[in-house]
């Protein structure tokens, strides 16, 4: 059997698959209890990828992972009302993510769009509106560490709230027993939640190296070393406002304003 064939097999076999999403999806928990969050300002979503073709209605074009995490930040936002709702991403996704959340029944004056092309992009835009404000960052859970990154890096301090697990939340990776002979073949979701996992870890090392391109990591260390740290469910940090710089925030809008 050549190498091919044993890296398609590797990729198909479900407690590999599982191991991969395991390692991204265990390092925030959800958010169940929601004391000690009723000063958070502000809900922000991050946008998946959706579906461009303007002849189907809104459902039909969003993708499931942008789904999932709105009905998660709907979720929080049923406990904290007085927050607004930020969603970030291409201007036609906030668009199609704002819709569903105005039929999930949140108000569109509460509803902002911030249109950026990336995971980063988003993070830059958005540090002047947050950085003296506490709020939620709901992204899917593969997704979470990535983001984190990029926000913590612009000095603010994400309450990260994963959504759309693959594998669940576990605290030690569980191999599998006692399942089904068909559970241990090769099958083709295994494969396709490979990939998703390598396009995390494959951007996470891109970030990485972004950052230290642009000095990121090193501000993010001398802040660091200024936080303090508290818990929130999650260890997160909060700066001291000497460590922030000010950045011109690019034009946001009401969803259906």
Request: charged share 20%; proline share 5%.
């Amino acid at each position: 059997m050549d190498i091919p064939l044993i890296l398609l097999w590797l990729l198909s076999f479900r407690p590999f698959s599982n191991f991969l999403m395991w390692g991204l999806e265990n390092q925030y928990q959800p958010i169940i209890n929601f004391r000690g969050y009723k000063d958070v300002e502000y809900i922000v979503v991050l946008s998946a990828w959706n579906n461009d073709y303007s002849g189907l209605p809104y459902t039909s074009r969003l993708g499931y992972r942008s789904a999932l995490r709105v009905l998660e930040a709907h979720r929080i936002y049923l406990h904290m009302d007085h927050s607004k709702i930020i969603i970030s991403g291409r201007e036609g996704d906030t668009k199609l993510l704002g819709e569903l959340m105005v039929a999930l029944g949140v108000p569109a004056g509460k509803i902002v769009a911030d249109h950026s092309k990336d995971t980063w992009e988003s993070a830059v835009n958005l540090k002047t509106l947050l950085s003296n404000h506490r709020f939620i960052l709901v992204t899917s859970a593969t997704h979470m560490p990535r983001s984190m990154d990029c926000f913590v890096w612009q000095g603010l301090s994400p309450i990260p709230a994963p959504a759309d697990f693959f594998y669940g939340y576990h605290g030690k990776y569980r191999f599998p027993v006692e399942r089904s002979f068909a559970y241990y073949l090769p099958n083709t979701d295994s494969f396709m939640e490979s990939n998703a996992a390598f396009y995390e870890y494959f951007g996470l090392i891109w970030y990485h190296v972004r950052a230290l391109r642009t000095g990121s990591i090193r501000k993010k260390l001398l802040m660091r070393l200024r936080s303090s740290v508290i818990g929130t469910g999650s260890d997160i940090f909060r700066f001291s406002n000497s460590t922030r710089q000010a950045l011109v925030i690019t034009p946001r809008k009401e969803i259906l304003g």
